[in-house]
Nanobody, 119 residues
Framework: QVQLVESGGGLVQAGGSLRLSCAAS????????MGWFRQAPGMEREFVGS????????RYGDSVKGRFTISRDIVKNTVYLQMNSLKPEDAAVYYC????????????WGQGTQVTVSP
């Protein structure tokens, strides 16, 4: 089992920044990649971005490219999401995800952290 604990959400004005963190723990932490999804009320779940654990390669959803940056700390088993130039449409619950080695989909999800962006 893997536990994911997110932190760093909150309220920010449009144009501001926030950094989310997600710490992974558990008996077996072998991951291909970790990342973030988000979901706003009444909207589909949206891929935000991911990072491979070994090479640190990143991918981003189109709506956040150029504004959000994902990084990881292998020693701390933590992934970060630096969000800059936030817009009201970025407001959502952000979920950290973990893909175990050999799994086709993300098999562990965090509890979510709320990000609110005021106009």
């Amino acid at each position: 089992q893997v536990q994911l604990v997110e932190s760093g959400g909150g309220l920010v004005q449009a144009g501001g920044s926030l950094r989310l963190s997600c710490a992974a723990s558990g008996r077996t932490l072998r991951t291909n990649d970790m990342g973030w999804f988000r979901q706003a009320p009444g909207m589909e779940r949206e891929f935000v971005g991911s990072i491979t654990w070994s090479g640190g390669r990143t991918r981003y959803g189109d709506s956040v490219k150029g504004r959000f940056t994902i990084s990881r700390d292998i020693v701390k088993n933590t992934v970060y999401l630096q969000m800059n130039s936030l817009k009201p449409e970025d407001a959502a619950v952000y979920y950290c995800v973990f893909r175990s080695v050999g799994r086709p989909e993300y098999d562990y999800w965090g509890q979510g952290t709320q990000v609110t962006v005021s106009p």
